[in-house]
């Protein structure tokens, strides 16, 4: 990998001077989704649409370099693990969140780094961005440099939050810059350079559901309030029915069905 970084925790630091800033994502919140992600079913559903598209696309037997940007905790890295001709990297803004994915993960290669600052060039064969660039001011010079960083015919695999009449106060405490419209991420990625290869929302079944939560959350609004785990931690019954209905939408999507709406959007776009 390149050069002109900082080791600090045995990891590669390319913007050491913000490893440590966290002032837009609590340190605290890399422990909590350390802690729930494996046994959430939206985390655990959303794992298995990655590694079917990944396996679509990619190919599950293919030798290939993948970084996943924003890696958290780690929790994406570990399905796409079950890829055993895989070279898997992580990368992460917050050396917090690197120490999580460490533990989890002692094999893959993780790094620390600024995605305005991206110190790679034609190196990966696909770079996975989950629930990433909605954090980000400047997500369109964001995806100009991941497409600097992927070899020729590299493939962009992105989850993102969809629909602006989602809106609620789990989106500001979040530190959300945006939600997204199919529209706008196409223009952002086809103005990066960007040929768009294949998208569909995701939480379509579950959407009424999502809306009326969010639509009370909306009656929140305070600058105060702190990010809402209500819809992480569920019980064991409700997650258990909350995985049947996510079923159904995985369902969809491995038949080639497209879906219309969701709460979120993914797309997978080739150099």
């Known amino acids: 990998m390149s050069t002109g970084f900082k080791i600090e925790n045995e990891i590669k630091c390319y913007a050491p001077e913000?490893?440590?800033?966290?002032?837009?994502?609590?340190?605290?919140?890399?422990?909590?989704?350390?802690?729930?992600?494996?046994?959430?079913f939206?985390?655990?559903?959303?794992?298995?649409?990655?590694?079917?598209?990944?396996?679509?696309?990619?190919?599950?037997?293919?030798?290939?370099?993948?970084?996943?940007v924003g890696c958290g905790t780690g929790f994406v890295l570990s399905e796409l693990l079950k890829f055993k001709n895989y070279k898997l990297y992580g990368a992460e803004l917050y050396l917090e969140g690197l120490k999580f994915a460490k533990e989890r993960l002692p094999n893959v290669e993780f790094v620390q780094l600024d995605l305005r600052k991206v110190p790679f060039e034609n190196k990966f064969d696909a770079i996975g961005a989950f629930d990433v660039l909605e954090h980000i001011e400047e997500d369109e010079f964001v995806m100009k440099?991941?497409?600097?960083?992927?070899?020729?015919?590299?493939?962009f695999f992105i989850s993102v939050p969809q629909h602006?009449?989602?809106?609620?106060?789990?989106?500001?405490?979040?530190?959300?810059?945006?939600?997204?419209?199919?529209?706008?991420?196409?223009?952002?990625?086809?103005?990066?350079?960007?040929?768009?290869?294949?998208?569909?929302?995701?939480?379509?079944?579950?959407?009424?559901?999502?809306?009326?939560?969010?639509?009370r959350m909306k009656r929140k609004i305070n600058p105060e309030t702190k990010y809402n785990y209500d819809e992480l931690k569920v019980n064991l019954f409700l997650n258990s029915l909350m995985t049947i209905f996510m079923l159904f939408d995985e369902v969809l999507i491995k038949i080639g069905f497209n879906l219309p709406f969701g709460g979120s959007l993914i797309v997978v776009a080739r150099k």
């Open 164 to 215: 602006k009449w989602l809106w609620s106060t789990q989106d500001d405490t979040s530190f959300h810059k945006r939600r997204y419209s199919k529209n706008e991420m196409f223009k952002k990625l086809i103005s990066s350079g960007f040929k768009v290869k294949y998208f569909t929302s995701f939480v379509f079944t579950l959407l009424p559901l999502m809306f009326i939560s969010r639509l």
């Open 18 to 40: 913000v490893a440590h800033d966290n002032f837009d994502y609590p340190k605290y919140h890399f422990h909590l989704l350390y802690e729930l992600e494996s046994k959430n």
């Open 42 to 68: 939206w985390f655990q559903s959303r794992n298995r649409i990655i590694k079917h598209l990944f396996s679509r696309f990619l190919g599950a037997n293919t030798n290939a370099e993948v970084l996943e």
């Open 145 to 155: 440099n991941i497409y600097k960083a992927l070899k020729p015919n590299g493939y």
